[in-house]
C-alpha cells in the first residue's frame, strides 16, 4: 500500500511539474520571438506593442506574453507604461552614456583578469574570433554576431559569472543603438583596429595595457553611438 501511494504521489508530482514548466518555456520562446524582432527593428524603438494582434499572430493567449513583456521589461527592452500598455525602450544619449561607462568597467576588467589568467589556447581562441571578425567586415548581421561573440568568450574566460549576467544584461540594450553605430563610415574599420590592440596586448599579458585598450574601445564606441 505504501509503495502504491508513493508512485501516486510520485506521478502527481510529475503532472504538476509539467504543468508548471509548459507555460515558462512558452513565455521564454515568446520573450525570445519579440526580442529578435526588437534587435531587428521589426518592432521600432518606441513602437506600442499590440498584444491583442501578437496574440492572434501567435496563436497564444495574452497570459504568456505578458509574461515574455515582463522579462523584456527587466531586461530594459520593453518599457511598461500605466495605463497605456508595452512599448519597445527608447534609448535616449544618458541612457547610452550610463550603459556604455558600466560596459567600460566591467569588460576592462575582465580584459585585465584574462592577461593574467588566460591559458595559451583561451587566448588562440580569441585570437581565432578577432580572425573571423576581421573576415566578417563586410557582412553586417556576422560581424555584429561574431564581435558579440568575442567580447562575452573575453568574459567567460575572465570568470565572473555575475559579471556575465550584468553584461548581457546591458549589451541587450545596447543593441537596441549598436547595430547602427557600428556602421557608420569607418566606424568598422576603428572597432577591428581597437580589437587588434586589444588582441596584442592580451598576448603580450599586458594586463594594464589590456585595460586600457578596452577602455579605449567603449570610448570610441560611445563616441560613434552618440
Given at each position: 500500500?505504501?509503495?502504491?501511494?508513493?508512485?501516486k504521489?510520485r506521478a502527481?508530482?510529475t503532472?504538476?511539474?509539467?504543468?508548471?514548466?509548459?507555460?515558462?518555456?512558452?513565455?521564454?520562446e515568446?520573450?525570445?520571438?519579440?526580442?529578435?524582432?526588437?534587435?531587428?527593428?521589426d518592432?521600432?524603438?518606441?513602437?506600442?506593442?499590440d498584444?491583442?494582434?501578437i496574440?492572434?499572430e501567435?496563436?497564444?493567449?495574452?497570459?504568456?506574453?505578458?509574461?515574455?513583456l515582463?522579462?523584456?521589461?527587466a531586461?530594459?527592452?520593453?518599457?511598461?507604461?500605466?495605463r497605456?500598455?508595452a512599448?519597445?525602450?527608447?534609448?535616449?544619449e544618458?541612457?547610452?552614456?550610463?550603459?556604455?561607462?558600466?560596459?567600460?568597467?566591467?569588460?576592462s576588467d575582465?580584459?585585465?583578469?584574462?592577461?593574467?589568467?588566460?591559458?595559451?589556447?583561451?587566448?588562440?581562441?580569441?585570437?581565432?574570433?578577432?580572425?573571423?571578425?576581421?573576415?566578417a567586415s563586410?557582412?553586417?548581421?556576422?560581424?555584429?554576431?561574431?564581435?558579440?561573440?568575442?567580447?562575452?568568450?573575453?568574459?567567460?574566460?575572465?570568470g565572473?559569472?555575475?559579471?556575465?549576467q550584468?553584461?548581457?544584461d546591458?549589451r541587450?540594450?545596447?543593441?537596441?543603438n549598436?547595430?547602427?553605430?557600428?556602421?557608420?563610415?569607418?566606424?568598422?574599420?576603428?572597432?577591428?583596429?581597437?580589437?587588434?590592440?586589444l588582441?596584442?596586448?592580451l598576448?603580450?599579458?599586458?594586463?594594464?595595457?589590456?585595460?586600457?585598450?578596452m577602455?579605449?574601445?567603449?570610448?570610441?564606441?560611445?563616441?560613434?553611438a552618440?
Amino acid at each position: 500500500m505504501i509503495h502504491n501511494y508513493e508512485v501516486k504521489i510520485r506521478a502527481s508530482m510529475t503532472r504538476m511539474a509539467a504543468l508548471t514548466l509548459a507555460p515558462r518555456a512558452l513565455y521564454e520562446e515568446v520573450a525570445e520571438l519579440l526580442r529578435e524582432r526588437i534587435f531587428a527593428r521589426d518592432m521600432e524603438p518606441g513602437a506600442w506593442i499590440d498584444e491583442i494582434r501578437i496574440a492572434e499572430e501567435l496563436g497564444i493567449s495574452r497570459t504568456p506574453l505578458r509574461e515574455a513583456l515582463k522579462v523584456l521589461a527587466a531586461e530594459g527592452l520593453v518599457t511598461m507604461k500605466v495605463r497605456r500598455g508595452a512599448y519597445v525602450t527608447e534609448v535616449s544619449e544618458q541612457d547610452l552614456r550610463e550603459v556604455y561607462h558600466l560596459l567600460s568597467l566591467l569588460e576592462s576588467d575582465a580584459a585585465g583578469e584574462v592577461a593574467h589568467r588566460a591559458s595559451d589556447e583561451e587566448l588562440l581562441e580569441l585570437q581565432a574570433l578577432h580572425a573571423e571578425l576581421e573576415a566578417a567586415s563586410d557582412e553586417r548581421a556576422r560581424f555584429f554576431t561574431i564581435n558579440e561573440q568575442f567580447h562575452m568568450r573575453l568574459l567567460e574566460i575572465a570568470g565572473n559569472r555575475w559579471r556575465d549576467q550584468v553584461v548581457a544584461d546591458l549589451r541587450k540594450v545596447m543593441k537596441l543603438n549598436r547595430q547602427a553605430s557600428l556602421f557608420k563610415t569607418g566606424r568598422v574599420q576603428e572597432s577591428l583596429a581597437e580589437h587588434r590592440a586589444l588582441m596584442e596586448a592580451l598576448v603580450r599579458r599586458d594586463a594594464r595595457r589590456s585595460v586600457e585598450r578596452m577602455q579605449a574601445h567603449f570610448a570610441n564606441g560611445l563616441e560613434a553611438a552618440g
